[in-house]
């Protein structure tokens, strides 16, 4: 199995989630190189993504797992030479079992532009910080998920939780804009953490799942 | 004032319009820059496969580059308008208007009124007498061309027929001629380029054509289809096509003479492609884009004489999990060995009208004996679920031709009845559409029908037609009495918008 660390950008950030399985369903196509399918009636690629991320999110930080008995060192080479223009292949790993990359990333670091630069312990003492919830419809309280809050410069970097627990960036970055202010704030996913905010290669090692 | 990035977090479906796409072609700015523009939306557009040959053969010719661009849907329409941000190509987001020519292909009458949209946006100006030197040639093409009298004042040249050698000529004219008029004046030289300014209608006093001033257009045919330009490869869309598949071309024109049909008559005459061209164009599309169903389409591939040995071919040469389509199956070659591959749920007959008599005069020639011994065939592989296609308003129909329907209806109920591997309740879905003449057909002249004449078949097929198991719908009469004006229209129609 592979384990591919891709980004999402150049417009690749508004292909929707079902939609980027597919590409890789195709990219693998492509690849033409032996993948497995399930046993099912409509056979399928066994790929498995990352949870998705809300449409028009930029990230160098996704994750999908290959099913395939293919361990040439030239896969990151290959994928890129027939993916998408967008979605960009970054690291791969070969890994001997399944990773659930669902499951097991909990956090995600995200650099924010454009909000004007405010004391963020204002946000971070406030155990009632809320942000407003666009799907729910209703503010909600949000700041047990959010892990961390940091300027470096005027760019805004927040560790927020993932996975499971989810607190949408945008959703954090219109409640900032609202009350702190800014110019046309970007956001872009710079990196995900795993269970016990692992970064991937820490998190491989601790499971003995790299494949030597 | 919102940004791109901003407006496409906004509206649905943002990946319509970000380009990318794998597998587009690779094209940079060029002496000639050319857009090919489909005026419906992406899921459509990126369907069509005359496009994607046009911008192949543009492609091709030295110095020139061909990029494309679909109508956006409202949402982003008015988006783009609001923020003063001029409608864009997809390949390198150069605004339309850049562009030394804009060509749009008119594949239903209906969208005419999209291409007017686009070039609203695109801040092009809407008729052809009100461009100037630096604007864009607008040229049409496609199936509806062939009567491109009711939009003529919008274009400013018209290629009719087969695009493949016309296109490349225009091209290579428009890099040595940059001259507006001077091109429009040398273009009408090229076979197929019919230039509405420069030959237009004549007409007597009580507004009736009597003819036509100017030089005489001629279709333009492709007639070596097998050494045709065709893409090696297919653009794979952001989001799902509707015809999200590989597609090749094993014939052009129809062996049929139905009498309504306009394809059947502006494509003569037949041409198809060898075993193994088509078998290297599958090859090449599947290989490079991925995709797991092939398409092989024409306007009746069971008439393609070589269909069992393609099928063949295709299988040993094509990876295994590809899945073979076969579009526009007629009932009367219906075979088990050609629905081997497609899945069994629905099936597609389009008798066109209930009776003989009926079928004999628009030249339908599949008899009832067809419909049943395809019907068995059906059945026996498995399908429960079959739609029928009839049309209303044809010239001389009666009630008893709605009757007909009904006697179809009844004779595919008995042979599923008397079929033993029966597993549910079978279903009829009955589509009716009404008649319309289309130009260049021999009913071109016939009348379109009215709407009481609509509304008392409606009657006799809700009469007639609702049974058990049975599903009747039928198309609006307004949608299909436009449609009519459109096709069949002069210049004067432009006067209307």
Redesign the interface.
Known sequence: MILLKYSKL???E???HL?TL??F??????M?IPINYSQGFN?HVLLYLSSPIA??LKSESEYCLFDTPYDGDDFLELFNA?????IRGKEAYKVNKKVNVAGDITSALYEIKGLNVFDVREVLSNAEFSVFDNRAGQEKIVRDRIKNLYFEGDTLYAELKFGNVTLRPDYLVNKLLSVYGGD?P?VLKKEVFFLGGLTVKEYLAQNNVVKE | MK?L??I??TVE???R??????GEPTIKKEKFNYCICFPDVYEVAMSNLGIRIVQEVINRVDGAMADRCFAPWPDFGSALKENNIPLYSLGLRIPLKEFDMVGFSLQYELSYTTVLYMLDLAGIPLLAKDRGENDPIIQGGGPCAVNPEPVADFFDLFVIGDGEDSMRELAKLKLKVSNRAEFLQKATEIKGVYVPSLTYPVYDENGKIIGFEGKKVEKAICLDLENAVFPRTQT?G???AVHDRAVIEVMRGCYRGCRFCQAGFIYRPVRSKSVKTLTEQACSLI??????TLSINSLSTSDYSNLKPLLTSLKENL?S?TKVSLPSLRIDTFDEFYAQEARKNSLTFAPEAGTQRLRNVINKDISDEDIKSGAEKAFKLGYSLIKLYFMMGLPTETEEDIIGIRRVIETIKSVYAENPKRLRGLRINVSLSTFIPKPFTPFQWEEFASQSLVQERLEQVRKHLFAKGVTVSWNDYFTSELETVLARGDRKLRKLS
């Open positions: 150049n417009g690749a508004f292909i929707p939609d597919r590409h369903t195709k990219t693998v196509r492509r033409d056979p449409l028009g027939c993916s998408p223009k967008g046309h970007t | 940004t990035d901003e496409l977090l479906r943002p990946s319009y970000i380009g990318g796409e794998c794979v952001n989001i799902e290989r490079s884009t991925g995709f797991d990876p999990y």
